[in-house]
Every structure is written in C-alpha cells, then in structure tokens.
C-alpha cells in the first residue's frame, strides 16, 4: 500500500499541493499535520508508521516534508526499513528500494539539515542587531507600568483580591500573580 504524508510548519499555509502530487503517485491513505519538521512530536506522521506492514511505500512530495534533521531523516528511514517498507520522495524522486535511492536520500538529507542550520543561523544574527539596536522582540506587556503599580497597590493595602484586579483590568489572573510574583523577588 502506497502511504502519503504531507507536512506544513505553520497554520497559514496549505497541504493542497502535496496532497495533489500524492494523489496523483497512487497513494491510497494520505496522512497530514500542520508541526515543524524538526521536531519529533508529530502524531500523524508515527501514526503512519504504525500502520506499515511488509512491502508498503511511505511516499513524500518533498523529503524535507519527512524532517529537516538528518539524524531524525535516518531514524525514520531505519524504522522504516525495519518494517521492510519503502520510501520515496516525489521532488527528488528518490526510492530507498534501491541503493543509489537509499545513497541519494542520505546526500539530499544533508542538505536539507544545512539550509535549516544556516537558517537558524540568519535568524539568530538578526535578532542579535535588532538588540543591539534597542528594538526588542516578544509580545508587547499587556499592562503599563502605572497599571502595574496600581494593581500592586489595589492587592497589598487589601481593597482587591488578586481575581479582582485581573477582572477590574481585563486581564488573566495569571497576569496578576506572575505581577505579584515578581515584586516579591528581590
């Protein structure tokens, strides 16, 4: 049985072209999850492989779609072999039926994790400038530092609860406790 698995990374992108390509390769049962390629936590992707059985074929548009991690590229493959099935990649049309498809999966595979590092790389040098530009990154605070100092005050002289203060300000009591939490650090 032809399996095919189609991967995005985030929510705002669409699967209809892999799946597409896997539909028109034969394949009968098409797994797909939005998750990033480098991690490992990716339920439908071990659901396909729970379901390989003897002569089977995992089929990818694209072998970055399996995993951007050479080492997790290998693992998979190794499962996969494991389970006497097969792979094949549809973009760098490589089958692991075959020697030179299983030599080829490896090389591609060391590209694919390249590009991820020097991508992290370039993400990582960017952030280092916007810093030492004064711009900082992450999600602007939901209160501002009055509102802060007003909650501190509204809690400790005892005229609000915690719960309270979140609900006069609109916020998530959690919001207040870490708040709190804060000011009794030293």
């Not at 006497?84 to 020697?99: K, N, P, Q, V, Y």
């Not at 020097?118 to 509102?147: I, N, S, W, Y």
Request: glycine share 8%; net charge positive.
């Amino acid at each position: 049985m032809l399996f095919g698995y189609a991967r995005v990374s985030t929510q705002d992108q669409d699967t209809a072209a892999q799946i597409a390509a896997l539909k028109s390769a034969g394949c009968e049962m098409i797994f797909q999850e939005t998750a990033s390629g480098g991690r490992w936590e990716r339920p439908e992707l071990h659901r396909l492989l729970g379901r390989l059985q003897k002569g089977d074929m995992v089929v990818v548009w694209k072998l970055d779609r399996l995993s951007r991690s050479l080492k997790d590229v290998l693992i998979l493959m190794e499962k996969i072999a494991q389970m006497e099935a097969g792979f094949r990649s549809l973009t760098e049309t490589i089958d692991t039926t075959t020697a030179g498809g299983r030599m080829m999966m490896q090389i591609v595979g060391s590209f694919s994790e390249f590009e991820r590092a020097m991508l992290r790389e370039r993400t990582r040098h960017g952030l280092d400038m916007a810093r030492k530009q004064g711009r900082v990154g992450g999600r602007r605070p939901k209160l501002k530092t009055q509102q802060r100092q007003e909650i501190l005050h509204l809690v400790h002289s005892g005229q609000k609860t915690a719960a309270d203060a979140a609900r006069l300000f609109n916020i998530h009591p959690s919001t207040v406790s870490r708040l709190l939490q804060t000011e009794k650090m030293p």
